[in-house]
C-alpha cells in the first residue's frame, strides 16, 4: 500500500444531508505522533501476511465520514445505511466522529508523516448509522431504540460484513437485539462488542448487552500500562481487552483527537478480526474467536479473569501463529522406571567404600593428631630437662620476682 501524504489529498466536500446533524462537531487538527496503542499492538508486523484485504467490517454506529483522508480511498468505506433517520439516506457521515473513530482504528490507511493508521488498513467499512449524539440534550447516554439497533445489525449482515463491531453496551437484554445477534452468529459473522464504560461507581459485576450474548465478544479496556481502564465493566463477558484510554481516533471531516471508553477498545479487536478472516477466508467465526483469544497477550488478571478476559489482543499472534487442530489432549502420567537389582547392588557397593574412606580418613586424622601432641611434649621436656618445678613456694622465704623471658638474658649496668 503507497502512503499518500494528508497534505496532497483534496480538501474534504462531503457534508450530512440537510436536517440530519443538529450541531456538528467541526474538524480536529492533525496529530502526527505514533499513538501509544499502535506501539503497544505493533499491528504493522502482520501486514506482510494480512491487510484486511477483502474484509468488510460492519460498524454499527454513528456514521462513517468517508472523506476523512484517511478514509477517503475509493472503496474503502461503503455507501451504507442510516437507520436512525427516516428515508433512504447513507451511512457514510458522521455528526460527532464516534463510529468515524471507530472505523480509523479498524482500518485507516497509512499517510505520510502520520503515526495513526488502521489495524487492518486493506479492510472495508460498511457504515451503519443508529445513532446521532452519544448523549441526549440532558447529558444522559443517549438511548437506541432496541428495533432501530436490531434493523442495523440485519442489514450488516446481509450486506456482506465478515465482522460487526458493536461499540454499544446496556443493562437491558432486549429481544429484537438478542435475536439480530443470534442471526449473525448464524451467518458466520464475528460479532464484537464493547464491555460497556459503568464500572467505576461499581464494585461487583455489571450487566452488559450485546457483550453478554452468545458468540459475541466483549472487549474490555486498559490503559498505557496495561491497567484496566477505571471505566471499563468487569464481568464474564469481558473476554479481551485492548487499548481504550486516551487513544488516537480519527475525527469527522479530518484530523484526530483522543478518545478514551470501551468502545474505542473494540475497534482494536474488529480490525485484529478482519486480519484474521483475511488470512484464514475459510475458517469459521468460532474458531475465528478462538484464535483471537488464544494468541492473547496475558495481562494483569490472569487467565480469563472478569477484568481482562483471555487478555490483550494481539494482532500479530492471531495471524501466523500455528494452532493445533482438535481438542486438547492431556498429559500422559508419569511412568516410575522398574527396579534394577544389579544398579542397586553397585549403589550399594559405592557407598559403602565411600563410608570406608570416610572412616579411614577420621582415623588418619586422629592418629595425626596424637603423634603431633606428643612430638610438642617431647620437644618442651628436653628443653626444661625433664625436671618437675616446684608449684609451691616455701613458707617464709621472699619470693622473687619472675622477669619476663624477653629479658631473661638482658645484660644489666652492673656486669659492663
Not at 471507530?102 to 486493506?122: C, E, K, M, N
Not at 460484513?161 to 443470534?182: H, Q
Not at 544398579?343 to 603423634?371: E, F, K, M, N, Y
Not at 626444661?384 to 620476682?401: F, M, N
Request: aromatic content about 6%; proline content about 8%; glycine content about 10%.
Amino acid at each position: 500500500m503507497t502512503p499518500l501524504s494528508l497534505i496532497d489529498a483534496p480538501a474534504a466536500r462531503a457534508a450530512p444531508p440537510k436536517g440530519t446533524c443538529r450541531t456538528a462537531e467541526p474538524a480536529h487538527p492533525v496529530e502526527r505522533m505514533l499513538p501509544w496503542a499502535q506501539q503497544l499492538l505493533e499491528p504493522e508486523r502482520a501486514w506482510p501476511f494480512s491487510t484486511g484485504a477483502g474484509v468488510t467490517v460492519g460498524v454499527v454506529d454513528s456514521g462513517v465520514d468517508r472523506d476523512h483522508p484517511q478514509l477517503r480511498r475509493r472503496g474503502k468505506v461503503l455507501t451504507g445505511r442510516d437507520f436512525y433517520h427516516q428515508g433512504k439516506l447513507p451511512g457514510s457521515y458522521d455528526c460527532v466522529s464516534h463510529g468515524t473513530g471507530i472505523a480509523g482504528i479498524i482500518a485507516a490507511d497509512r499517510h505520510a508523516g502520520l503515526g495513526f493508521s488502521g489495524v487492518a488498513p486493506g479492510a472495508r467499512i460498511l457504515p451503519v448509522k443508529v445513532s446521532e449524539r452519544e448523549a441526549d440534550n440532558t447529558g444522559r447516554t443517549e438511548v437506541i431504540p432496541p428495533s432501530i439497533l436490531a434493523n442495523g445489525i440485519r442489514y450488516a449482515v446481509d450486506h456482506g460484513a465478515r465482522v460487526l463491531n458493536l461499540s454499544i453496551a446496556g443493562s437491558r437484554d432486549d429481544k429484537p437485539v438478542r435475536d439480530a445477534i443470534a442471526y449473525a452468529v448464524r451467518r458466520d459473522v464475528v460479532v464484537v462488542a464493547a464491555a460497556g464504560n459503568q464500572q467505576a461507581n461499581s464494585a461487583g459485576p455489571l450487566r452488559s448487552y450485546p457483550a453478554d450474548y452468545p458468540g459475541v465478544i466483549g472487549v474490555g479496556a486498559i490503559d498505557v500500562n496495561g491497567a484496566r481502564m477505571d471505566a471499563s465493566q468487569i464481568g464474564r463477558y469481558v473476554d479481551l481487552v485492548a487499548p481504550g484510554d486516551s487513544v488516537l481516533t480519527s475525527t469527522r471531516i479530518a484530523g484526530h483527537a483522543y478518545q478514551s471508553g470501551t468502545s474505542f477498545a473494540a475497534g482494536y479487536v474488529s480490525g485484529t478480526a478482519a486480519l484474521v478472516r483475511s488470512a484464514w477466508p475459510t475458517m469459521p467465526a468460532a474458531e475465528v474467536i478462538k484464535r483471537l483469544l488464544a494468541t492473547a497477550t496475558p495481562a494483569r488478571g490472569g487467565a480469563n479473569s472478569q477484568e481482562y478476559g483471555a487478555g490483550i489482543v494481539d494482532p500479530y499472534r492471531a495471524v501466523t501463529e500455528a494452532m493445533p487442530k482438535g481438542a486438547a489432549q492431556p498429559m500422559p502420567g508419569a511412568v516410575v522406571p522398574p527396579v534394577d537389582p544389579l544398579q542397586v547392588a553397585h549403589s550399594a557397593w559405592w557407598q559403602g567404600q565411600s563410608s570406608t574412606a570416610r572412616d579411614l580418613t577420621l582415623l588418619a586424622t586422629a592418629v595425626a593428631l596424637i603423634v603431633l601432641l606428643v612430638s610438642v611434649l617431647l620437644t618442651v621436656g628436653r628443653r626444661r630437662g625433664w625436671v618437675v618445678r616446684r608449684s609451691a613456694i616455701e613458707r617464709g622465704v621472699p619470693r622473687q620476682a619472675e622477669l619476663p623471658p624477653e629479658f631473661l638474658f638482658a645484660r644489666r649496668d652492673s656486669d659492663t
